[in-house]
């Protein structure tokens, strides 16, 4: 299986300031035969689902705010918010889809500093 | 709207079974692949398995192989999740999810707001 590990496993970020989210794949999740990352962020809020963010490591979804950007290749990947907003606050979760089982990170919960 | 409302969930023995419902609105069902994803509450999410969009392919996690199986009725606009020999650690909270692919994985792009199993004695 692969393994999804994300840091910090926590992070307080002023608001309008960036935040930085981090996850690492224990394989290459990089396709070669399209040159894909099978990488995807989500954004869960307490009480809630979760909402995807990006996929293909940083194609946005629609509808998402341009704030969020997801960047990386092969095992190194990153979610970053530009400029913290107060409704950003959520626990964030990077997904490999490159192969079963199609594994989470641990998550990281992001706060107002 | 796109919509997907899970059913059946509730409180159960160990080593019985359950079946969750997945009934989806809003987007043509049989062009997608579907998937249940599970959380035990304040914890992390769990992949427990994905169908494609004809189901001529399924995945189960190693956690539910044997034990769980996935189905759907695109005639119906449904999705199914059969659990047998239930456990105390499949309590969780149990999600309907839409693929933004037909194959069986891509990205999830639709969450419904899921139902809960509690699995207890």
């Known amino acids: 299986d692969i393994v999804m590990t994300q840091s910090p496993d926590s992070l307080a970020v002023s608001l309008g300031e960036r935040a930085t989210i981090n996850c690492r794949s224990s394989?290459?999740?990089?396709?070669?035969?399209?040159?894909?990352?099978?990488v995807a962020w989500y954004q869960q809020k307490a009480g809630q689902p979760p909402k995807l963010l990006t996929y293909w490591a940083s194609t946005r979804q629609s509808g998402v705010p341009d704030r969020f950007s997801g960047s990386g290749s092969g095992t190194d990947f990153t979610l970053t918010i530009s400029s913290l907003q107060a409704e950003d606050v959520a626990v964030y979760y990077c997904q490999q889809y490159y192969s079963s089982p199609y594994t989470f990170g641990q998550g990281t919960k992001l706060e107002i500093k | 709207e796109v919509q997907l409302v899970e059913s059946g969930g509730g409180l159960e023995q160990p080593g019985r079974s359950l079946r969750l419902s997945c009934a989806a609105s809003g987007f043509t069902f049989g062009d997608y692949a579907m998937h249940w994803v599970r959380q035990v509450p304040g914890k992390g999410l769990e992949w427990v398995a994905g169908?494609?969009?004809?189901?001529?392919?399924?995945a189960h996690a190693d956690s539910v192989k044997g034990r769980f199986t996935i189905t759907r009725d695109n005639a119906k606009n449904s999705l199914f999740l059969h659990m047998s020999s239930l456990r105390p650690e499949d309590t969780a909270l149990y999600y309907c999810v839409k693929d933004i692919s037909s194959g069986l994985s891509e990205a999830f792009d639709i969450w419904g707001q899921g139902t809960m199993v509690t699995v207890s004695s």
């Open positions: 394989q290459s999740v990089l396709y070669s035969y399209n040159n894909k990352n099978y």
């Open positions: 169908i494609n969009w004809i189901s001529g392919i399924s």
